[in-house]
């Protein structure tokens, strides 16, 4: 499906690494939106939207006027303190694998788990955006500043719980009954994800060397 995300990225000047970052995906997928080998859904496009600040139309319109929409939205930084797509994609395996064996991690394709980090990032962003404009009301100015980099505890909690309902929603499709200690595996390998995704999230990746193409 031909759309304008290539396009919106080099004219916000966006690298692969960051614009993937921004909007909830790992790096190597990011060629399969830009291609359009990969269809476009309701929640990619949302995604791209709501990360750059313009009309969802503007993602799939042709006509789109790409130096004129850049030239009148502001540009969207790149937050340090989000989660980290890679380790989202490898969290969600590690958990496909230990609660139902490796045979049905395998069978999860890319598209889904590329859908599946999106989602989940969404998720706990989602959350992220409603504790800053909490923090932005005078009634609650004195609260504590989140630590540049750093997810806090309300985050990470509802990291733990976003990647329970992707796990599970993930895994609905590729199993018919679950394994009947299912939920204690669950909450075993649960602990172990959260913790990888929090570590790998905080390294800021700005360090790298620009790749605009």
Do not use: H
Request: proline content about 8%; some cysteine.
């Amino acid at each position: 499906m031909a759309n304008n995300i290539k396009r919106l990225r080099l004219g916000f000047l966006f690298t692969p690494r960051e614009f993937s970052r921004l909007i909830g995906v790992y790096p190597e997928y990011l060629p399969r939106l830009e291609s359009g080998e990969r269809a476009l859904t309701d929640a990619w496009i949302d995604a791209v939207s709501s990360a750059l600040g313009i009309a969802p139309e503007t993602v799939l319109d042709p006509d789109a006027d790409i130096q004129k929409i850049v030239s009148s939205t502001p540009r969207p930084g790149v937050e340090t303190a989000t989660i980290c797509p890679l380790a989202a994609r490898y969290a969600i395996l590690a958990i496909a694998a230990k609660t139902c064996g490796l045979k049905i991690a395998e069978k999860i394709t890319e598209d889904d788990l590329a859908e599946a980090v999106c989602s989940l990032i969404a998720f706990v962003q989602g959350g992220a955006r409603r504790s800053a404009l909490e923090k932005s009301n005078p009634e609650t100015s004195g609260m504590e500043k989140p630590t540049p980099g750093v997810l806090d505890e309300k985050a990470v909690s509802r990291l733990s719980k976003g990647l329970q309902i992707t796990a599970l929603a993930i895994l609905q499709s590729c199993f018919d009954d679950p394994p009947p200690d299912f939920q204690e595996r669950l909450d075993a390998a649960l602990q172990g994800a959260v913790s990888m995704i929090v570590a790998f999230s905080q390294i800021d990746e700005r360090a790298r060397p620009p790749e605009m193409e």
